[in-house]
């Protein structure tokens, strides 16, 4: 029970919730593309980055000097449906355009 109440605290956080959001919508992700869709600074978007990571959501991949993040293909069977009913609710969100748009305009 404590790792389903630690995996809701994770996206009751609404950085960490769009961190989310992206990657499931855009999949592989730089944390410089996180700073540009968040308007964030990027130690802020790192620390964020770095709570998923520990907690076992994501995963990254060193390229070059850029650290990419992508969500963990080993999630447990309800985080994975969870993030399922998340993506199928901001489907058609403005932001998710955003996102998306700004990524593809933008390369690290």
């Known amino acids: 029970m404590e790792e389903s109440a630690s995996f809701f605290k994770l996206l009751g956080d609404p950085t960490r919730l769009q961190i989310l959001l992206i990657l499931l919508f855009n999949g592989e992700t730089c944390v410089c593309q996180f700073s540009k869709c968040l308007n964030a ?46 993506r199928k609710r901001y489907s058609h969100a403005p932001e998710i355009r955003f996102f998306q748009e700004t990524i593809s305009s933008n390369t690290c």
Do not use: A
């Not at 978007?45 to 650290?67: D, Y």
């Open 41 to 86: 600074p990027q130690p802020l978007v790192s620390r964020h980055l770095r709570i998923l990571r520990n907690s076992g959501i994501l995963q990254t991949e060193q390229k070059k000097q850029w650290v990419y993040y992508r969500l963990n293909n080993k999630l447990e069977g309800y985080q994975k449906e969870i993030l399922e009913i998340i």
